[in-house]
């Protein structure tokens, strides 16, 4: 994706490979202060960590409020919004249904037996208790009340990163770059860039090209992350299952707005779960989706095309 005269800087950080492209290349004092970044935001929101804030609310004996930074509001209410217009299917708890499934902090991707209800979670008649965002999580502004449960941003919180690393080029100076978090990414400048969509079976194909100029992409596939039979990271928050009929999405957002790369994540997530049409009522975007059996949409407005 690299033009000729464009500079890349890469490296590793929260499971996945970066690359952040610009016409000049990065200074140290840029270099630290993106790596600087990623590191906060991970030593707060990563299940995979012993010594992060979502780690201590998982590993809780009661139920206690908590405080995050202030870069939570922005996540929090997306998250809301995603739950509320996917039905609870997009849920920052499904932490738990990801541990069982075996994606859990030592990567065993051993499926586990459902464990016996929660006492200190709200009682569901009939059937083990199921905590929820909207039902179990008091939220006041950053601050959060819950019981014992596992966060996981996954759904919205890498496209997020990307905005807050974008943030901190602009703080910089920075006009023109390439945030890439392997799938997630925002452009700015005045030159648009091409971007090959993925096949989700093949990598070696793309199923369609991109064209963005001062927008966020985001990708998701049932690909990325699967293990055994049918598992994979994208889960149903009211199931805990794994999505099955769609198995790739892409969502286009524009520049602007608090956080438009986390939009777009989140929003490829919930096309897993949710109609494109019920998802306008409240999000402006444009999309491609790809189902099991190869069919594969696009929307009107979306930059770019799909190959035959």
């Known amino acids: 994706m690299a033009g000729p005269a464009a500079s890349v800087f890469a490296f590793e950080a929260i499971g996945t490979s970066w690359q952040i492209e610009t016409p000049v290349p990065l200074g140290p004092a840029e270099q630290s202060a993106v790596l600087s970044r990623i590191e906060e935001f991970d030593r707060v929101y990563s299940r995979f960590r012993g010594d992060s804030l979502v780690t201590a609310i998982a590993s809780a004996e009661a139920v206690g409020s908590y405080e995050f930074p202030a870069d939570s509001d922005v996540l929090f209410e997306l998250y809301d919004r995603l739950a509320a217009a996917t039905a609870g299917a997009v849920d920052p708890l499904v932490g738990r249904d990801l541990e069982l499934l075996g994606y859990d902090r030592d990567y065993s991707l051993r499926p586990a037996p459902s464990p016996a209800p929660n006492p200190a979670l709200r009682p569901v008649a009939g059937a083990s208790a199921r905590a929820t965002w909207t039902a179990d ?153 790809m189902y099991a059996d190869g069919r594969a949409e696009i929307s009107r407005d979306f930059p770019g095309e799909l190959f035959t």
Do not use: M
């Not at 064209?211 to 039979?229: I, P």
């Open 137 to 289: 999580v008091a939220r006041r502004g950053r601050t959060l009340t819950t019981a014992p449960a596992v966060i996981d941003v996954g759904a919205a919180g890498k496209g997020y990163l990307v905005d807050l690393v974008a943030g901190v080029l602009r703080e910089h100076g920075r006009t023109e770059f390439v945030v890439d978090a392997s799938g997630d990414l925002v452009h700015a400048g005045p030159a648009s860039v091409r971007i090959g969509l993925e096949h989700p079976l093949d990598p070696t194909k793309a199923i369609g090209v991109a064209t963005l100029q001062n927008a966020s992409l985001c990708a998701s596939a049932s690909n990325r992350r699967a293990w055994g039979d049918g598992l994979h990271h994208i889960v149903d928050g009211r199931t805990g299952s794994p999505a099955r009929e769609v198995i790739a999405t892409w969502v286009v957002t524009n520049g602007t707005g608090a956080a438009p790369t986390a939009l777009a994540d989140g929003l490829a997530t919930a096309l897993f779960f949710t109609g494109a049409h019920r998802l306008a009522e409240t999000f402006h975007f444009s999309y491609v989706r």
